[in-house]
């Protein structure tokens, strides 16, 4: 027996073909959900200018479903890596390998995780630069000014 046959040991017959068909399937789906998330970073913001309206006295009426206060993050990043990416993962790894007992579905179960994360992390992206909805707190995270009616903050991460 070979170290790909005990790799893949669901099949009957294991060749170095296999071997590297299953690598390279590997090898391509990282590559998908990795490309497939960082190619939306090349599609351009559709961003809508800040809305506004003066009055006839000169008022300015800011929206006011854009005029929320700005608040600290509510849940953090890592926790949301943790939870959703990192558990649901080793959780189906650890069934594959100890439950299953078959080695070739770690294989499966990465292939699957990579290109599900890549579709959802691409679509996601490429919706919300479509869409461009300015966020609840648009005024007071871009630094809005009443008297220069434009927003002042230089990052336009906003």
Same mark, same amino acid.
């Given at each position: 027996?070979?170290?790909?046959?005990?790799?893949?040991?669901?099949?009957?017959?294991?060749?170095?073909?296999? /071997? *590297?068909?299953?690598?390279?399937?590997?090898? /391509?789906?990282?590559?998908?959900?990795? #490309?497939?998330?960082?190619? &939306?970073?090349?599609?351009?913001?559709?961003?809508?200018?800040?809305?506004?309206?003066?009055?006839? +006295?000169?008022?300015?009426?800011?929206?006011? +479903?854009?005029?929320?206060?700005?608040?600290?993050?509510?849940?953090? %990043?890592? +926790?949301?890596?943790?939870? +959703?990416?990192?558990?649901?993962?080793?959780?189906?790894?650890?069934?594959? *390998?100890?439950?299953? /007992?078959?080695?070739?579905?770690?294989?499966?179960?990465?292939?699957?995780?990579? #290109?599900?994360?890549? &579709? &959802?992390?691409?679509?996601?992206?490429?919706?919300?630069?479509?869409? /461009?909805?300015?966020?609840?707190?648009?005024?007071?995270?871009?630094?809005? #000014?009443?008297?220069?009616?434009?927003?002042?903050?230089?990052? %336009?991460?906003?």
């Amino acid at each position: 027996m070979n170290l790909l046959q005990m790799f893949y040991e669901d099949t009957d017959e294991v060749t170095v073909e296999y /071997g *590297l068909q299953q690598i390279c399937e590997l090898v /391509g789906w990282t590559v998908f959900g990795l #490309s497939a998330y960082f190619a &939306t970073y090349m599609i351009p913001t559709r961003q809508p200018p800040i809305p506004y309206q003066i009055t006839a +006295a000169g008022d300015v009426i800011l929206d006011p +479903a854009l005029n929320h206060p700005k608040v600290n993050e509510t849940f953090p %990043d890592l +926790a949301l890596v943790l939870l +959703a990416i990192v558990a649901p993962l080793v959780i189906q790894l650890m069934f594959a *390998l100890f439950v299953r /007992g078959k080695k070739i579905d770690l294989h499966r179960t990465w292939c699957a995780h990579t #290109s599900a994360l890549g &579709t &959802t992390l691409c679509v996601t992206e490429v919706l919300k630069r479509y869409v /461009g909805r300015l966020r609840p707190n648009t005024y007071e995270y871009c630094g809005f #000014s009443l008297e220069l009616l434009r927003c002042t903050d230089t990052d %336009d991460d906003w």
